[in-house]
């Protein structure tokens, strides 16, 4: 008795399974006739909106200075000096005294008895000023020449080489080091790349 209970329930469970199954495509079908023609099953997926052609701008987010500092140093170099030489017979006495005794003798050859001994005189005192001026102007014209070692101060520097800026682009935020301030925008290839400036 129980063998044909159990029979009848498996009997029973098949033929509503084959029943509902059946119904299942029937709706299946029904709806496949009746969806318009050259209509999918399920609806594409739209493409996304394509991006606008031209240039692309990232916005600056920050512009950092990258300075370069050298530190002053001390150039020196050699100079030739000329100089007046230093005198060393200030009142030019040697000069004087050989005019004079040139002069004297020059005069003494002139004249005779007192002529003569006013020529020697007057011989002496030409003679000792002609040596004395003589003497004075290559004192003045005598010079002397050195090499001087002349040194100064070169102060340091402090300059501007490049800019390390900051972009945001789709969100995205990235770093590139540029040779000039970009200002408030980028052009970016592929918003990767900062390649100008676009201010």
């Given at each position: 008795m129980n063998r044909l209970?159990?029979?009848v329930l498996n009997a029973?469970?098949?033929?509503?399974?084959?029943?509902?199954?059946?119904?299942?495509?029937?709706?299946a079908n029904a709806d496949v006739a009746n969806a318009p023609a050259g209509a999918a099953a399920s609806?594409?997926?739209a493409p996304p909106p394509a991006e606008p052609a031209g240039p692309k701008y990232a916005r600056v987010v920050s512009?950092?200075?990258?300075?370069?500092?050298?530190?002053g140093r001390r150039e020196c170099h050699d100079e030739v000096v000329t100089r007046r030489?230093?005198?060393?017979?200030?009142?030019?006495?040697a000069g004087t005294a050989i005019g004079a005794v040139a002069g004297g003798l020059l005069g003494n050859q002139i004249?005779?008895?007192?002529?003569?001994?006013?020529?020697?005189v007057a011989?002496?005192?030409?003679?000792?000023y002609a040596g004395h001026e003589i003497q004075e102007r290559r004192q003045e014209t005598n010079t002397v020449t050195s090499t001087v070692r002349k040194c100064s101060s070169v102060p340091g520097s402090d300059k501007i080489v490049a800019?390390?800026?900051?972009?945001?682009?789709n969100g995205v935020t990235r770093s590139v080091r540029m040779d000039h301030d970009p200002g408030d925008r980028v052009e970016v290839q592929e918003g990767v790349t900062a390649v100008s400036d676009a201010r």
């Open positions: 209970k159990i029979s029973g469970l098949g033929a509503a399974l084959v029943f509902g199954l059946s119904a299942c495509n029937r709706d609806q594409p997926i512009v950092d200075p990258v300075r370069e500092t050298t530190e030489a230093p005198v060393k017979d200030q009142h030019q006495i004249g005779g008895g007192k002529g003569r001994t006013l020529a020697t011989g002496a005192v030409g003679g000792g800019y390390d800026v900051r972009y945001e682009y």
